[in-house]
């Protein structure tokens, strides 16, 4: 008999794989297994992020590092940020979204990135003092409780990140309260287009992948209207098929999920 994984399985196992991706010294892509991290220039984080949509203008702003090349698209691009405005990045890893919101917002802004992975939160706590970035804070803690006020965030940014939580509903519940009035989440992640294998539906290794915690567009505006968020725009993103290709030679991950822009308004 296949094992279901709880809740907490899935958290264990996501934190444990990230924990790895941490201690690298680079990045390899949502998909890569941690082994094959910085094993060939063939696969680097800056090659993946310009695939994603990241200029090389944003890629040679931040420090070394905290680029880790796990997202599936750039959440910079439709955020919208203003000078003075506090932003709040879920699963803000090595930092480098952070670090790009927080040009943005300037010094009378604040950027807070929130992590359950320590070693994530050690890392980008490192990047910051590198770039002496103090208009950033980094937290650790689970994007379902997150720690953080209730009507004190301008927008919320993430990516590649929603699909890793089992309890997806308690992500835009928890968006929804930290949001001031107004506020509004912009996020890049996967969305199922097609029904997962059998075979899949209780491999860990996949949902570590960013692939089989992915939830269909349906599903994500039922969270959203749950949630009380209005101006609810979900937009595939088709080009996005030929680098979930690579996260998995073996699956044609292309066919069951793609990336997507998620964005509304409380």
């Not at 040679?60 to 910079?76: F, K, M, S």
């Not at 997806?168 to 309260?177: D, H, I």
């Not at 290794?205 to 101006?231: D, M, P, Q, W």
Request: glycine content about 8%; some cysteine.
């Amino acid at each position: 008999m296949t094992k279901k994984h709880t809740s907490d399985d899935i958290r264990k196992n996501v934190r444990e794989r990230y924990a790895q991706v941490a201690l690298q010294d680079d990045g390899c892509g949502c998909g890569s297994d941690t082994s094959c991290c910085n094993t060939s220039d063939a696969i680097t984080a800056d090659k993946i992020s310009a695939k994603l949509g990241y200029s090389a203008e944003e890629l040679t702003a931040i420090t070394e590092g905290a680029n880790l090349g796990l997202g599936c698209g750039n959440p910079q691009a439709i955020a919208r940020l203003k000078e003075g405005e506090t932003v709040l990045d879920l699963g803000s890893g090595g930092g480098f979204d952070c670090f790009l919101a927080a040009r943005q917002v300037g010094n009378e802004g604040k950027v807070i990135g929130v992590d359950m992975t320590f070693e994530m939160v050690q890392r980008a706590r490192a990047n910051a003092e590198k770039m002496n970035a103090l208009n950033t804070e980094f937290r650790l803690g689970e994007i379902e409780h997150l720690p953080v006020a209730d009507n004190s965030i301008d927008c919320i940014i993430s990516n590649c990140v929603i699909n890793l939580s089992p309890d997806k509903q308690q992500v835009f519940n928890e968006a929804y309260r930290v949001l001031k009035r107004g506020g509004r989440i912009a996020f890049s992640d996967v969305v199922q287009i097609a029904p997962f294998p059998e075979e899949w539906k209780n491999d860990a290794s996949l949902y570590n992948k960013c692939a089989t915690g992915a939830v269909t567009i349906k599903e994500l505006e039922t969270f959203l209207l749950a949630a009380r968020f209005h101006y609810i725009t979900i937009a595939p993103k088709e080009k996005s098929r030929e680098f979930i290709r690579t996260w998995d030679d073996t699956k044609n991950m292309q066919h069951y999920i793609i990336a997507a822009t998620i964005e509304a308004v409380k």
